[in-house]
Structures are given as C-alpha cells and as structure tokens.
C-alpha cells in the first residue's frame, strides 16, 4: 500500500470557522503488528511534531519498498483547536477555552462498555481475547454520537488508535530532559526497550497503570483494567502505550528532530513493524521509577525561580534544587526561599529559569527510586 492520508472534519463550533485533523497511513490497513504515533496534544509542545517530520519521509522510503510489514498511522499535528490558541502573540494550547479542560485529560475509558459486551466471552484463548477486545473498543467508539469539536476529536482519534499494539503520544516539557511516562505493565519489558532506543534520561511508571484519563493511560489501561477485572481470562497487556516528553519547549532543531525520528524508526524495526535489523538495543541511560518515587517541587511563595542544579543532573536528598525571590524584598539573601530534594534521582524537569512562580505552581520534578509517603495516590501529573 502507498501512503495515503485524509482529514477528520471537526464540527464547527462558530460561524465561519472549519478545523480539520490531517492522518497519514502507512503499510497494509489491518496488518499486524499496528503502531500509532501523535503529536501536539498540547499544541504548544512542538519538538514531537518536528521528529515526525524527519520520520514520516522514511516512512514514505519504507512503504515504497514494501518493508512495512504492519500498519502505522501517523498524526503529527493531533490538535487543530490548540494550535488557534493564538493570544498577544503567545501560543497557549494546553486548555480547551470551551469546557476549560487540559486537552491531555478525560479520554476515553472503554473498560466497563468493553466488559459489559464481551466479558462473558473471555475465556483462556489470549488470541481470541485481544480480537474481541479490539472490536468491542472499536463497535464502542462507532455507537458513540460527539456534539462538540472536542468530544468529536477524541472520538475520531480513537477509532485510530484504541486497537494499536503499540501507542506513542509525543510531549515536551517546559524545561526538560527526554523522559516517559508509562505503566509498570510495561516495565521490564517494552516500555524499558523503547527508553533505549530513544535515549531517555528518566522513565517514570505509574503503578498499576496510569488511573488519569491521559491519552497514552486510557491505551494501555483498557487492557490492565480488563485484566483486573477478569484474572481467570487470559488478557494481555496488548497495547504499549506511552507519554513521550521530547525535553523542552525550545528544543527544536532539525538536527533533534532527525535523531529523533530515527530513534523511532529503530525502535520500530525493532517491535516488528518494519522489516530490518534494529541492531543491538543501546544501553538504558538510568533504570525506570516509580511515580510515587517522583518528587516534585512546588513553589512556596511568588517570585521568581532561580535553578541552583542542572536539568539532567544527578542530585541527592538535601541538595538544594531552587530558590523563589521576592522581588520585592530588599533583604538580599533572605528574600529567597529554597527548595531542597526529597529523594536521590535525577531532575528531569524544571520551570524554566528565571520565570514567575506562584504559590503551588510546580518548579521541579525528580525521578527517584523509592516511594515517598506524601506521594502516595498521586499520579504526577499535576497540571
């Protein structure tokens, strides 16, 4: 098959205004294994967009030489309703201006409909299991009648992801190190195989499986719900899904973007879904964390942060990570308060230096190894 694309119309929500999704198709529609990679959720998270840039050309190359041996569906730019965020010449496209939801929240879980229409049937067949699973997510998704351009998007997506083997919902932070974050269903495993291949500095894992309703969660926990739900059925975790955070805001150059891409083409190679050697697998920049393991700094007061430690920096507990200044107080040193870690790890993610912080407003993360007690119940996506 030779790529193809189409566009997913979105209703429209004012006189005047049409929004659409452009999806590129690679491979053979059906074949397995099926991959699916997206960028730009948050419209304002650019660096993503850019390594499917570099991959999508290589795609093309593979297509015409008949090397992809499943499908993989392509959408680099997932979010037209936040790339018209455009205010005072500030790109914001992190919240629906509408219903005021992260864009990153609320997708949809599928589990309970899933189990409601098919859970009698899953027996010890694992084979059999994936494929009724797949399509009741899929006969799920077709029943469902979205108003909204937001309901209408996340639907639409999903028709194109929820029966994937492997997921990938390309990120970045403000001011950051590559990281992931992925479910303990997938570590060790996939999820530890695909943080070698791209080069993560941190990957983060949420115990049993994301319980927010991110994109990359609702994925991969259809399956580890349904397993929960039904142990005597043999259910596997059938889909890797995972949120990729490509480093920060203003990392994108094209000599990133090339890498990037093809770090995922090799990682591709390597899960099947195109013919070729992958190589030997790189080795893993640091072992893979417990979300409850993640300290996360929150500002005690306004002001301005100052980072006293390097993103990517490996620091200890008691190490002093941030100050906030008043600029205000005329007390020098004392108008600064410091934040110091709670764990050893690596901070991974930081507010950018030098920006206004608020009472509450998140200015670090850590990936440590041991869970913190405050942690507990915490998902680490604070915003």
Known sequence: MAHKTHTIDLPTMTPGTTRGVVVHRFGKPGARPKAYLQAAIHANELPGAMALHYLMPMLKEADRKGLIEGEIVIVPTVNPIGLAQLAGNIHLGRYDFLG???FNRNWLDL?????????AKLGGDAKKNVSLIRSAALAELGEM??????????????????DADLVLDLHCDQDAVLHLFVSKKDVPGAAVDLAADIGAEATLYNEPYPEAL???????????????????????????SATVEYRSQHDVSHALGESDANNLYRHLVRRGMIAGRAGKLPALKREATPIAGMDVGYSPATGITVFLQA???????????????????PRGPKARKQ???QTNGVLFAGKQNGKLAWPGAVLYRIAGAK???HRKGLSGLDD
């Open 111 to 119: 589990s309970n409909a899933v189990a409601d229409s098919v859970g």
């Open 311 to 329: 993103k990517g920096a490996w620091v200890k507990k008691g190490d002093p990570i941030a100050e906030v200044i008043d600029p205000s107080d």
């Open 371 to 373: 869970p913190l007690p």
């Open 339 to 341: 934040l110091k870690a």
């Open 145 to 162: 009648k979205p108003q909204t351009e937001l309901q209408t998007l996340r639907c639409e997506i999903m028709k194109l992801s929820v």
């Open 100 to 102: 005021r939801e992260n």
């Open 214 to 240: 991110t994109f990359s969660g609702v994925h991969g926990g259809l399956w580890a719900r349904l397993a929960q739900r039904f142990p005597d059925a043999a259910i596997p975790q059938a889909c890797t």
